[in-house]
T-cell receptor
Framework: GAGVSQTPSNKVTEKGKYVELRCDPI?????LYWYRQSLGQGPEFLIY????????DSGLPNDRFFAVRPEGSVSTLKIQRTERGDSAVYLC????????????FGPGTRLTVL | DQQVKQNSPSLSVQEGRISILNCDYT??????FLWYKKYPAEGPTFLIS?????DKNEDGRFTVFLNKSAKHLSLHIVPSQPGDSAVYFC???????????FGTGTRLQVFP
């Protein structure tokens, strides 16, 4: 079956602009995660959804970052007033939803803020 | 504060030999550990995991060892193959949360 997909694959924007990054999880997966990977680092947790609700948003760096999953499937990560330090690869993962279920990652969206 | 550490940024191994990738952690609440493999321009792919109630888990050519007292785990790949060349991430989680805490990765190169 289809894996996790993310769009766009690349996004270049200017400092101060607003961006939206989309994640389509594996069908039937109730848990969805967002991570951010900066150059030379491992993925860093941002937020975790169980169904439509954010179960853990402790990784969001500040209030410029927001994520939604209104119907419990597709999720959108929204970044307001982008800064150069937001440049990174944004990874989405999904799992069946029980604790310890394997997280399957998408290919990521590379965000570049000029 | 890096809770999961991979101190070797790179490792080069000859095909057929054993590859040993190491990982240390500091948070004693971690009770589940995973290894992910990542190729360029792709997302991480799950490789193998181990619960803290075990000290070894094996899957084909891949074995993960956990030493809780030393807060150390390692991934052994034997025999190593050129297709194993990738970046390997160690990750950990605590039972109270499903989020994964990743290390910085080790780039493995397997040469003929």
């Amino acid at each position: 079956g289809a894996g996790v997909s993310q769009t766009p694959s690349n996004k270049v924007t200017e400092k101060g602009k607003y961006v939206e990054l989309r994640c389509d999880p594996i069908s039937g997966h109730t848990a969805l995660y967002w991570y951010r990977q900066s150059l030379g680092q491992g993925p860093e947790f941002l937020i975790y959804f169980q169904g439509t609700g954010a179960a853990d948003d402790s990784g969001l760096p500040n209030d410029r970052f927001f994520a939604v999953r209104p119907e419990g499937s597709v999720s959108t990560l929204k970044i307001q007033r982008t800064e150069r330090g937001d440049s990174a690869v944004y990874l989405c993962a999904s799992s069946l939803g029980s604790s310890r279920d394997t997280q399957y990652f998408g290919p990521g969206t590379r965000l570049t803020v000029l | 504060d890096q809770q999961v550490k991979q101190n070797s940024p790179s490792l080069s191994v000859q095909e057929g030999r054993i590859s040993i990738l190491n990982c240390d952690y500091t948070n004693s609440m971690f009770d589940y550990f995973l290894w992910y493999k990542k190729y360029p321009a792709e997302g991480p792919t799950f490789l193998i995991s181990i619960s803290s109630i075990k000290d070894k888990n094996e899957d084909g050519r891949f074995t993960v060892f956990l030493n809780k007292s030393a807060k150390h785990l390692s991934l052994h790949i034997v025999p190593s193959q050129p297709g194993d060349s990738a970046v390997y991430f160690c990750a950990a989680s605590a039972s109270a949360t499903d989020k994964l805490i990743f290390g910085t990765g080790t780039r493995l190169q397997v040469f003929p």
